[in-house]
């Protein structure tokens, strides 16, 4: 389906660090989660600081610390507040931006909740939250200090913790990838339909290349987070329904696109569970959903593309991939500008292809690569919605139908090596 998604800059900047850093020697072992709210419309943005939550046990990254894991259509940084050294650093994209390539946006002014986990620092810090515009230029961002001993950081965790059940568990927190997979419009009496479902998802995500390779290093918790009401919210036909996480269909007016605007309600019903990246099942048989980087994946359980589905979405939410399908008839040059390299690594203007699979092409393939050709890797145009000015890298892929066998080559090389990213201390 079709995602709003806007994109950004060039190259993405994955394992750029100044130095090896010990997680121990300035974090300690807590995630510190800080709830914002962005606002703004297609002139002008702003970000605003909501609260700040604290809970037992950092699940996060402890390798490459300083470091971006792609560019992203924003960023958060901690510095240390004496020495201004950078602590942490990472990227995100959010239904926000999103949102800002609507026609909406040039009209009315709105606001988003976004929250992001980090580990809490020993002493006191700084943290900078920045939004880039589709050209990765600053668009907006806010800076504001965390003293780990405030006492209005909430301290959760610790109370009542909702109902979950492990279907994948590899190793410790602290040293796996931590996927939380959440119900949403299950009841109470649908919770075990729920765990069937989760374990179908987590079948098929791990089904496919590379996460097949490297399912050793990820956790998968199932979340029966219990709704009021069985099913979720079809705006478009009257039905809103209470549900654990308040999604909705025809987010944007698109119908099949289905996101939460709950974001915090999202993070606190996690609480006391570690996790890193997001899964929400929409127990519905209508076709759609939505993934976004760093945020989350959401789709519908009971249609029958869920397995292709399920997986595409995690390639936007976890490996930050593009759409690689187009519309002959609509070029959408406000979502990713031609004249600026998208930091996706699995689409391309040209502007910089030397940073992005350009490697990876057999000697001889002409670049572009005429659509009659059918080489394992190439630079085919038409890609991001865009049927001129962009290019993929397979004539088909996970990213690009739901039909593909998996992720082309390009795609798998970007999730590897995201996970390696996540795992494994680069070598100086």
Same mark, same amino acid.
């Given at each position: 389906?079709?995602?709003f998604?806007?994109?950004?800059?060039?190259s993405?900047?994955?394992?750029?660090?100044?130095?090896?850093?010990?997680f121990?020697?300035?974090f300690?072992? +807590?995630?510190?989660?800080?709830?914002?709210?962005?606002?703004?419309?297609?002139?002008?943005?702003?970000?605003?600081?909501?609260?700040?939550?604290?809970?037992?046990?950092? #699940?996060?990254?402890?390798?490459?610390?300083?470091?971006?894991?792609?560019?992203?259509n924003?960023?958060?940084?901690?510095?240390?507040?004496?020495?201004?050294?950078?602590?942490?650093?990472?990227?995100?994209?959010?239904?926000?931006?999103e949102?800002?390539?609507?026609?909406?946006?040039?009209?009315?002014?709105?606001?988003?909740?976004?929250?992001?986990?980090l580990?809490?620092?020993?002493?006191?810090?700084?943290?900078?939250?920045?939004?880039?515009?589709?050209?990765?230029?600053?668009?907006? &961002?806010?800076?504001?200090?965390?003293?780990?001993?405030?006492?209005?950081?909430?301290?959760?965790?610790?109370?009542?913790? #909702?109902?979950?059940?492990?279907?994948?568990?590899s190793?410790?927190?602290?040293r796996?990838?931590?996927?939380?997979?959440?119900?949403?419009?299950?009841?109470? #009496?649908?919770?075990?339909?729920?765990?069937?479902?989760?374990?179908?998802?987590?079948?098929h995500?791990?089904?496919?290349?590379?996460?097949?390779?490297?399912?050793?290093?990820?956790n998968?918790?199932?979340?029966?987070?219990?709704?009021?009401?069985?099913?979720?919210?079809?705006?478009?036909?009257?039905?809103?329904? &209470? +549900?654990?996480?308040? &999604?909705?269909?025809?987010?944007?007016?698109?119908?099949?696109?289905?996101t939460t605007?709950?974001?915090?309600?999202?993070?606190?019903?996690?609480?006391?569970?570690?996790?890193?990246?997001?899964?929400?099942?929409?127990?519905?048989?209508?076709?759609?959903?939505?993934?976004?980087?760093?945020?989350?994946t959401?789709?519908? #359980?009971?249609?029958?593309?869920?397995?292709?589905?399920?997986?595409?979405?995690?390639?936007?939410?976890?490996?930050?991939?593009?759409d690689?399908?187009?519309?002959?008839?609509?070029?959408?040059?406000d979502t990713?500008?031609?004249?600026?390299?998208?930091?996706?690594?699995?689409?391309?203007?040209?502007?910089?292809?030397?940073?992005?699979?350009?490697?990876?092409?057999?000697?001889?393939?002409?670049?572009?690569?005429p659509?009659?050709?059918?080489?394992?890797?190439?630079?085919y145009?038409?890609?991001?919605y &865009?049927?001129?000015?962009?290019?993929r890298?397979?004539?088909?892929?996970?990213?690009?139908?739901?039909?593909a066998?998996?992720?082309?080559?390009?795609?798998?090389?970007?999730?590897?090596?995201?996970?390696?990213f996540y795992?494994?201390?680069?070598?100086?």
């Amino acid at each position: 389906m079709k995602r709003f998604v806007i994109t950004l800059l060039a190259s993405a900047c994955i394992g750029t660090t100044l130095h090896a850093q010990r997680f121990d020697d300035h974090f300690r072992d +807590t995630t510190l989660r800080v709830d914002y709210i962005f606002s703004g419309d297609a002139g002008r943005q702003s970000i605003h600081f909501d609260r700040a939550a604290a809970t037992p046990v950092w #699940a996060g990254r402890r390798h490459n610390l300083a470091a971006l894991p792609l560019q992203g259509n924003g960023q958060v940084e901690m510095r240390d507040a004496r020495t201004g050294e950078i602590l942490y650093a990472s990227s995100f994209s959010s239904l926000f931006q999103e949102w800002l390539t609507t026609d909406e946006a040039t009209q009315l002014s709105k606001a988003f909740e976004n929250s992001f986990l980090l580990p809490m620092p020993r002493s006191e810090a700084t943290v900078k939250v920045t939004l880039l515009d589709t050209r990765g230029r600053e668009c907006a &961002s806010l800076t504001h200090r965390i003293d780990p001993d405030d006492i209005l950081i909430r301290r959760g965790g610790t109370g009542r913790i #909702a109902p979950h059940r492990y279907l994948l568990r590899s190793d410790d927190c602290r040293r796996a990838i931590d996927v939380a997979i959440v119900a949403e419009g299950y009841t109470e #009496a649908e919770a075990e339909r729920f765990y069937a479902d989760a374990q179908s998802a987590c079948d098929h995500i791990f089904a496919h290349e590379p996460f097949a390779s490297y399912r050793d290093r990820f956790n998968v918790v199932a979340v029966a987070a219990p709704s009021a009401d069985s099913g979720v919210s079809v705006p478009r036909d009257g039905i809103w329904r &209470s +549900t654990a996480v308040g &999604s909705h269909f025809d987010t944007f007016y698109s119908d099949r696109y289905l996101t939460t605007g709950d974001v915090h309600r999202l993070h606190t019903l996690l609480e006391g569970i570690p996790y890193e990246h997001i899964v929400i099942l929409a127990n519905t048989d209508t076709y759609g959903g939505g993934g976004i980087y760093n945020s989350y994946t959401l789709t519908t #359980a009971h249609h029958p593309q869920f397995a292709p589905v399920v997986v595409h979405e995690f390639g936007h939410s976890f490996g930050g991939l593009a759409d690689e399908y187009y519309y002959e008839n609509d070029v959408m040059s406000d979502t990713y500008p031609t004249d600026t390299e998208p930091w996706e690594q699995n689409i391309t203007t040209l502007k910089d292809f030397a940073s992005k699979w350009q490697d990876m092409l057999a000697p001889g393939t002409p670049v572009p690569t005429p659509a009659a050709d059918t080489l394992e890797v190439a630079v085919y145009e038409g890609a991001a919605y &865009s049927f001129k000015g962009l290019y993929r890298p397979a004539h088909d892929c996970r990213m690009h139908t739901n039909s593909a066998p998996g992720f082309c080559p390009v795609c798998r090389r970007a999730i590897e090596r995201l996970i390696v990213f996540y795992t494994e201390e680069k070598k100086q």
